[in-house]
């Protein structure tokens, strides 16, 4: 695929394939090291970040307020009441784990498909999945009400000898996103483990020599240590995959499962799984576009990565797209009064103005990516990434309020309208992801030094007989 | 581990990762099997000349796993059918369907803690300290862009002044004794 609108001598190309290269020309392993490892090791903490730290913290710390609020006062501070008791609360947990779910997929899927451009991106994606996660579990636990008797969901053997009722959907998802916290955390740390080791080695100060040698358990690099590596890297890989699917499957079994029209439908686990990839991918660029600009990365996270990226957000914003198309079929389809209803109603309705936003962020706006000349425009695809991310809050805002809120019997109809803590307890889990980001990208390697190596013209290995290009004997 | 005094081993740098394969699959065809080579990426090519192919996690991982199905699994039926039996919806108080799905969380939980946590144990970690951290040009190499064969003093053909100067002989950047 060569280009043509670029000029032939840009270093960013690939003489032999005429391709954008993934990593810029003239890095070695040393180089590599050294770039990364600088971010984090350096004394001299930017003063941006401080102020990134201090903005996203004031987000975290309303959070804290809302939720502080919350326990004194219960889930009436909330908008939720009949007929819409899932407001906010679920809105926000499935568009949390859904951004969460491309960290899982770069790091897995793309991992197993052999496609090392992801190699540049694969960390800072896991560690959004962790944070997200977080966000994201935070909520339906808050949501119960009485989050202290939030262990009567495990089956853990208490003296009043109640059980957990597992038929029921909402019990699989605690299995679901707890197993995939654990599996997304413990796949992020053994992927870090041979980096902590290199910031320990590169370390000056004694407490980051400490601080990163107890993190990093004494890796030293043994190529028989790699191989078991490798091996459990690759199992944790094919793992996670069919995890990650399975966890936006059983999430959309929340709905699916109940008989509400607009909920009861066959297509939410597909459609589910895609729009959560569409949504990740879009909060990977957000994150990378400051990130590579701030810390001088446009030669490791590349223009690549933006286009690559910006494909996989056109084909899973097709997908979705066909699931739109496919739910306003079966609702004519079906020859259900009540299917009918609600899908006039969601596009016609008091709240219909949402489902348009939904289909101009999400399908609309988007077909301008079959372009490459914007795919590969850095500015434009950062604007992109929150025109997604709003069309995806508004997705599940369609899904959770306006199925609710008009259902079989007219005499229970109602509305719903968020209260501030609403706002609050949303802005406050952005500032939480925030801070917590701006805490991984000073503290730990961002970007994989030891799968970055790998991509290297140096990591190449001769044969034999043939001879070095080093040896000058 | 008894205290172990005298020489863990020599060990030679390399600059590139071919000079590396090259050494230890000449060493491993002398005779040397006590050794290993440490890298800052792997290098599976490096891993086959010293004879190393086959690794245990997998096995780790699908016994974790197996555990994990049946532990939830069991652990559903015997809830719902002799624990704390309720009729929901009239369903079976047996109704193995919905119970796949806890049991494949766990069958995915636990084997892939048991990959995680089986890698590390096998390989030994965390181990803080070891032998080869005393040589400085290790610490400063072989985690970010140098490449390491080790002989180890335990193996029977290891004699300090002849595995010197059979590694001198691949032209490494410097051969080091490592002290215990």
Known sequence: ?473 | MPIQEGTYGLLAEFDTPSDLVRAAQTAYDSGYRRMDCYTPYPVEEAAAAIGFHRDSVSLICLIGGLLGVVAMFSLETWISVWAYPMNIGGRPYYSWPAFIIPAYEWTILFSGLSAAFGMLAVNGLPQVYHPLFNSPNFRSGATSDKFFLCLESTDPKFDVAESRTFLEGFEPVSVVEVEY
């Open chain 1, 1 to 473: 695929m060569a280009t043509k609108d670029t000029p032939v001598n840009d270093p960013m190309l690939d003489p032999i394939t005429g391709e954008i290269r993934v990593i810029g020309p003239g890095h070695t392993f040393k180089s590599v090291t050294e770039k990364i490892s600088r971010i984090v090791l350096t004394p001299h903490t930017p003063l941006g970040w401080y102020g990134g730290l201090f903005l996203a913290g004031g987000g975290a710390t309303l959070l804290l307020i809302a939720v502080t609020w919350l326990f004194l006062r219960g889930t009436g501070i909330w908008g939720i009441t009949q007929p819409v008791a899932w407001g906010f609360a679920i809105i926000n947990f499935v568009w949390w784990i859904g951004i969460g779910h491309a960290g899982t997929l770069i790091s897995a899927i793309l991992l197993l498909f052999k496609q090392t451009w992801r190699n540049s991106i694969n960390r800072f994606a896991e560690a959004m999945t962790i944070f997200a996660v977080v966000c994201a579990g935070m909520f339906p636990l808050i949501h119960t009400g009485r989050p202290w008797l939030g262990y009567w969901l495990f089956p853990l053997p208490f003296t009043m000898n109640v059980w957990p009722q597992f038929r029921s959907p909402l019990l699989w998802d605690v299995f679901a996103v707890s197993t995939y916290a654990t599996i997304s955390v413990v796949f992020w740390y053994i992927g870090m483990i041979p980096d902590l080791a290199t910031l320990r080695d590169n370390s000056k100060s004694k407490v980051g020599q400490f601080f990163y040698g107890m993190i990093a358990m004494g890796w030293r690099g043994s190529v028989r240590h790699w191989v078991r590596y490798e091996t459990a890297s690759l199992l944790l890989a094919g793992l996670s995959t069919p995890l990650v699917l399975s966890v936006h499957t059983v999430i959309s079994f929340d709905f699916a499962v109940a008989l509400v029209p607009g909920w009861h439908t066959t297509i939410f686990p597909p459609y589910f799984v895609a729009g959560a990839v569409y949504s990740g991918f879009a909060m990977v660029i957000t994150l990378a576009v400051p990130i590579r600009k701030f810390y001088h990365l446009e030669d490791i996270v590349t223009i690549r990565h933006i286009d690559n990226m910006g494909k996989v957000m056109l084909v899973t914003g097709l997908i979705v797209a066909y699931g739109y198309g496919m739910e306003v079929f079966m609702s004519w389809y079906s020859a259900s009064h009540w299917e009918y209803f609600m899908m006039w109603n969601r596009m016609f309705g008091p709240m219909g103005w949402s489902y348009w936003v939904l289909v101009t962020c999400n399908i609309a706006l988007p077909q301008l990516m079959w372009l490459r000349k914007f795919r590969t425009n850095v500015a434009l695809m950062f604007l992109m990434s929150f025109v997604i991310n709003t069309g995806m809050w508004f997705e599940r805002f369609v899904i959770v309020v306006t199925s609710l809120y008009r259902d079989y019997l007219p005499s229970s109809w109602g509305t719903y309208k968020a209260t501030r803590w609403d706002y609050a307890t949303y802005v406050g889990t952005l500032g939480l992801f925030t801070f917590l980001f701006f805490l991984f990208v000073r503290l730990l390697p961002m970007i994989p030094m030891s799968e970055l190596r790998i991509l290297l013209p140096q990591a190449k290995i001769h044969p034999k007989d043939e001879p070095l290009p080093e040896a000058g004997d």
